[in-house]
């Protein structure tokens, strides 16, 4: 039988979503009472980054551990990937000595490489076009929050970047809209759009995008890997701030998302990421209880 993997959001179907997201409740619940819950007990995650992260590593590591499992944390400065050896030389060794592989690299090819040289499941933890377990994360809470995503709308307002290829995905898969606005220059890349995907509507200015959005969300306009372009993003980018005057236009009840590190005063205001209809540490906290669930399907299958 094929390795079921996740390189990114198009990989599962819904009814494997709404398995997971079952699970990640019945999973966040018992963190939160205190109790066991050991069903990766002896096995082992490999993670290996090759850009920084906070939230990713801490997330993986501590589910593993809460899990029953270990967790190993592999860099390119230490490893010898960063001295060249081919990622299929790489995925043959990494798999022959654990259960699942979560991997943050550039280019998605090298995900797509790896995973057809491994032995086991293999999760992406961010690539230049996919951020496939942070969009999870946000539509788990997103329903925690308000219920059913199916039908609603999201705002993007921001770069044309991995967290939004993967919240276009979503989108098709959940039966959700994303009205998406980015500044001149900054283009949705078709390449990476499914070309039946039309839960998707384009605004050149980013205040109509947030008409009656029932979610607004937005990211970086610096991405990693693209730092040199920086000083050009910031003046590409200005007005494209996520503030209480774009939040307005959205509906009363929406909420706020960002897939964070922020930066206050560039992508988003303060006012708006400190302030009520901000969910963003739920956000970060659903990471770990939707990435328990993630590795437990993908390594046992489903349960129950
Ligand atoms: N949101 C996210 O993936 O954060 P890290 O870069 O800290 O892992
Ligand atoms: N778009 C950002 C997300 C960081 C979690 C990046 O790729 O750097």
């Not at 270990?70 to 790489?90: F, H, K, M, W």
Request: glycine content about 6%; hydrophobic content about 40%; charged content about 25%.
């Amino acid at each position: 039988m094929a390795i079921k993997h996740f390189l990114q959001f198009s990989d599962f179907t819904l009814d494997e979503y709404e398995y997971v997201i079952a699970r990640a409740r019945i999973i966040k619940q018992k963190f939160k009472n205190y109790e066991p819950h050991p069903t990766l007990a002896d096995r082992t995650l490999v993670m290996v980054f090759e850009k920084n992260s906070t939230r990713t590593r801490l997330s993986f590591e501590a589910g593993m551990h809460q899990m029953g499992g270990a967790a190993i944390y592999l860099n390119t400065r230490d490893s010898q990937l960063g001295r060249g050896e081919p990622v299929e030389d790489a995925a043959q060794v990494m798999s022959r000595m654990c259960d699942v592989i979560m991997i943050r690299t550039f280019g998605q090819e090298i995900i797509e490489r790896f995973a057809k040289h491994s032995r086991v499941p293999v999760i992406n933890g961010l690539t230049n076009e996919h951020h496939p377990c942070q969009v999870l994360a946000d539509v788990f809470t997103y329903i925690e929050h308000r219920g059913s995503i199916a039908g609603k709308t999201v705002a993007w307002v921001g770069d044309a970047n991995n967290m939004l290829y993967s919240w276009l995905q979503a989108a098709q898969v959940f039966g959700f809209h994303v009205n998406v606005s980015t500044p001149e220059g900054y283009p949705i890349d078709q390449s990476l759009v499914a070309p039946d995907n039309d839960r998707y509507t384009f605004f050149a200015n980013p205040s109509d995008a947030c008409q009656d959005a029932d979610l607004v969300t937005t990211d970086v306009w610096t991405s990693m890997g693209f730092e040199e372009e920086n000083a050009a993003r910031l003046k590409a980018f200005d007005g494209w701030i996520v503030d209480a005057a774009k939040m307005k236009r959205a509906r009363p009840d929406a909420l706020f998302m960002h897939c964070l590190p922020a930066h206050r005063g560039e992508e988003v205001a303060a006012e708006v990421i400190d302030g009520p209809q901000s969910v963003v540490w739920d956000e970060a906290e659903n990471r770990l209880h939707v990435q328990k669930a993630l590795l437990e399907y993908l390594v046992l299958g489903r349960l129950s």
